[in-house]
């Protein structure tokens, strides 16, 4: 366990720094008044966390549905772990060439506690990826380019609990890709930088941490 100064230090610097393009911070926070209620409900959000398959159980049937890869491409029904990716299909037209799916890859994962327990957080960091079934292609099976950063991060802070989803460096990805998706990942993308994307990761905030 991290001693209480380092880990105050470091707990935004697991967010990537933004130098360009879109961006969004997007947060949903409970406060507690129950000492022992907060550390219930911060395990549920844990779990709710990293059960990947399930997030979209706790946006609705309209929302993205998220299924977590292996290196190899098999889908697993396990905790994430760094290398690991996330294929996303999303409402609307999907990538042309991946049955519709985008792909991002787990490129970190840091976990922290207090030595008193009543600050924590667990954060992973995803950027955009081509399909792992495809491991020599250089196509970007995303609307953002592979630049660009999501990190997820739930957090622990003595009565207060968040969750926030934080998108960095958001350039559509118009070189990695071929003519059908250069459109389609310009008009996402426009989409994301006037707040659509927002909307979904807000319902996503909002259903896991919804006790």
Request: a positive charge; one cysteine or more.
């Amino acid at each position: 366990m991290k001693k209480l100064k380092k880990y105050l230090t470091k707990t935004y610097n697991e967010i990537p720094k933004q130098r360009g393009g879109g961006f969004h911070d997007t947060e949903s926070n409970r406060y507690f008044n129950d000492d022992g209620l907060i550390d219930d409900c911060y395990q549920i959000l844990r779990c709710r966390f990293l059960s990947i398959n399930n997030w979209k159980h706790f946006c609705g049937e309209f929302s993205a549905d998220f299924r977590l890869f292996d290196q190899s491409g098999a889908h697993v029904n396990r905790l994430p772990i760094v290398g690991d990716f996330i294929r996303i299909d999303i409402p609307g037209p999907g990538t042309f060439g991946e049955n519709g799916f985008d792909w991002v890859k787990i490129v970190s994962i840091c976990e922290q506690k207090s030595i008193d327990d009543n600050q924590a957080s667990l954060s992973f960091i995803c950027s955009p990826s081509s399909s792992p079934n495809k491991k020599n292609s250089k196509l970007i099976a995303h609307f953002y380019s592979k630049k660009s950063t999501s990190t997820f991060r739930i957090s622990k802070d003595n009565n207060l609990i968040k969750i926030g989803v934080y998108g960095r460096n958001e350039y559509p990805n118009l070189s990695h890709t071929n003519l059908i998706n250069f459109f389609r990942n310009f008009i996402i993308a426009l989409g994301g930088m006037f707040g659509i994307a927002k909307l979904e990761w807000k319902c996503l905030c909002e259903g896991l941490i919804n006790f």
